[in-house]
């Protein structure tokens, strides 16, 4: 699975469908630790590692989408030109689309495999680190705001925390329970 979606990753970062697959070929071919997870019976790690690609993809549709691209389907949807089937759909919602899917896979990611959500998080700390540095350099030509970029790391941090709620209590409950029980 992981050889599947990280042609995907790659053609998403770097705009190029061959570079895509240059990825996902030099996994097949070279690297040999996708089929040693099936052998160590580390299932969930694998299937952490063929969601991660996916949910980098999700993550940055929300964190790099363009104003511009937002505007442009507000005033589509407004003039009721977006889709003929979804008339009866509230704005937010599909303007919200990019956010949910998003969420679900971070949160899906964490909820697969303690070890792939880490280097999850510590790969968007330090990849938002160099957007902010970007944005803040003199004379860049950035597309997005700190202000517009923070605020969507937080809206999507705290929908992530908000759908992995009932999995944090119940973590926090087990922990309690094995904690007393010592």
């Not at 599909?94 to 790969?123: C, D, E, N």
């Amino acid at each position: 699975l992981p050889v599947l979606t990280l042609p995907l990753f790659g053609w998403r970062v770097r705009n190029n469908r061959s570079s895509g697959l240059l990825a996902g070929t030099l996994v097949v071919l070279f690297s040999i630790f996708p089929a040693h997870y099936v052998n160590w019976s580390r299932y969930t790690q694998g299937l952490g590692l063929a969601l991660l690609p996916v949910a980098w993809v999700l993550f940055l549709n929300v964190i790099e989408r363009p104003r511009s691209a937002i505007r442009a389907q507000a005033a589509e949807i407004q003039a009721g030109g977006a889709d003929p089937g979804s008339h009866s759909a509230p704005r937010n919602l599909q303007l919200s689309g990019p956010y949910m899917l998003a969420v679900i896979a971070v949160a899906g990611l964490f909820l697969t495999h303690y070890r792939i959500a880490m280097l999850f998080a510590v790969m968007a700390a330090l990849y938002l680190g160099g957007r902010l540095l970007a944005t803040v350099r003199p004379g860049s030509a950035a597309t997005l705001s700190i202000p517009l970029l923070l605020r969507r790391l937080a809206l999507t941090a705290v929908l992530c925390l908000a759908a992995l709620s009932p999995w944090l209590v119940n973590l926090l409950q087990n922990f309690r329970s094995h904690l007393s029980g010592r």
